[in-house]
């Protein structure tokens, strides 16, 4: 459905800010604004107004914090918040503007500002995966998944790491504008449409980079054996530990179990041949490891949030193609 009236989208930003959370975000609601003239307007806002500096030592230029007619609250994150004690008054204008706002958002780190406010007690919430403990161990009474591309719960939108930002900002326009739109910004943008939020942070775990010799030849080992069974005995013997040592070693490295590691190896090599859409699911399934496409599926919506057929589908759509 589409308002009548442009919909306020405010960032909230402070010194240390992520650029990439607020820019992210801000351009892929831009190009909404272009695809459908009057449905945003925008505003930066910071508790003391004008030039605020980010990480990157780039300032925006911000009005000082108001509670005006906002409709969704975004709030960039900063890598230092775990570290440093939040401000009052940031807290205190969080609070507020999410108490009045239909929706509010953070970005990454921007979460922590969330709980520290109150927001996210009770509720499920996501952030950068490699902070996501210390965002668990910090505020007890939020139920992190560290893991999730971004989460809603109960009009509290939480987002991963930077790009996530774009993710969760497509969500939002496909609320807004429908689905139809959401498509069509994100090709202007050159993003993948989309992934869902139940998605897990796939790229964080892509380049396993162990700081072990062992447990780095185990994982070459397992990429270039995938349509094997790999069994944790094998894989112990390829690291010349026993099964308890070389368990143990495994997760102290890579903080996954070998049979978690080895199927998200196996959807590594799985996804492009499924989206390329040129080998049927059976063979793609066989030639990866999963051993059937029942199995593969089975992982795909675990990780993805979609089966194989529906991120072939998805691309096809937004390509312009039958499905």
């Known amino acids: ?183 069509k910004v994100a090709r202007m943008m050159v993003v993948y449409y989309r992934r869902p939020g139940g998605q897990l942070q796939y790229s964080s775990l892509l380049d396993l980079d162990p700081g072990s010799d062992r447990i780095r030849r185990v994982l070459s080992f397992a990429r270039e054996h995938l349509a094997r069974p790999l069994t944790v005995e094998e894989l112990a013997e390829v690291a010349h530990l026993s099964v308890r040592q070389f368990s143990r070693a495994f997760v102290a490295a890579t903080g996954l179990t070998p049979a978690k590691a080895v199927e998200r190896l196996r959807l590594d090599a799985a996804r492009p041949l499924v989206e390329e859409g040129g080998e049927s699911f059976e063979t793609i399934a066989r030639a990866v490891g999963f051993m059937d496409e029942d199995r593969m599926r089975e992982s795909f919506i675990r990780a993805f949030g979609q089966s194989p057929r529906a991120v072939r589908n998805s691309l096809r759509a937004a390509d312009g193609a039958p499905a």
């Open 1 to 183: 459905m589409i308002s009548d009236t442009p919909r306020h989208i405010a960032f909230f930003v402070y010194p240390g800010f992520v650029l990439l959370d607020v820019s992210g975000p801000l351009e892929a609601f831009a190009t909404a604004e272009q695809v459908v003239p009057g449905s945003y307007r925008f505003s930066v806002l910071s508790t003391e107004g004008g030039a605020v500096p980010s990480s990157a030592g780039v300032s925006l230029l911000s009005e000082r914090a108001h509670l005006g007619a906002i409709d969704t609250l975004v709030v960039a994150g900063d890598v230092g918040l775990v570290e440093r004690q939040i401000g009052r008054d940031k807290i205190d204008f969080i609070r507020a503007a999410a108490a009045r706002a239909r929706r509010t958002v953070s970005v990454c780190m921007g979460a922590f500002i969330f709980a520290a406010s109150g927001l996210l007690d009770g509720r499920k919430a996501t952030t950068h995966w490699l902070f996501a403990p210390r965002m668990q161990e910090m505020f007890p009474s939020v139920r992190v998944e560290g893991d999730r591309i971004f989460l809603n719960d109960g009009g509290i939108w939480t987002s991963a790491g930077m790009t996530a930002g774009i993710d969760v900002a497509l969500a939002l326009i496909e609320e807004d504008l429908g689905a139809a739109v959401a498509r």
